[in-house]
Nanobody, 120 residues
């Protein structure tokens, strides 16, 4: 089985920074896409930042210029550097991966979520 484990969430004052991390473990032949999503009070889960299959980084409009997604060479560690945080960034943040298992099938997995709270 594959597991994603997030860390790094917390409480920060507006203008501050946090770095989220996600570790992918288990039987993974290759990772196709990886990304960060967030779910605010409205219940909608929106894309924050992601790596496409060809390795390009995409960002949601509301975080462009403030957030940076990165990962290690094996694509097992993924990070989200969040700068100039604002109260509207408050949400539960989830890491996501779409990957090929050892038998050649594609799967999608979500982490358990980590809370980010930004006070004004």
């Amino acid at each position: 089985q594959v597991e994603l484990m997030e860390s790094g969430g917390g409480l920060v004052v507006a203008g501050g920074s946090l770095r989220l991390s996600c570790l992918a473990s288990g039987s993974i032949a290759s990772i196709n896409t990886q990304g960060w999503y967030r779910q605010g009070p409205g219940g909608q889960r929106d894309m924050v930042a992601e790596f496409t299959r060809d390795g390009r980084a995409n960002y949601g409009d509301s975080v462009k210029g403030r957030f940076t997604i990165s990962r290690d060479n094996l694509k097992r560690w993924m990070h989200l550097q969040m700068n100039t945080l604002q109260p509207e960034d408050t949400a539960v943040y989830y890491c996501n991966a779409r990957f090929i298992g050892l038998q050649g099938l594609e799967y999608e997995q979500w982490g358990q979520g980590t809370q980010v709270t930004v006070s004004s």
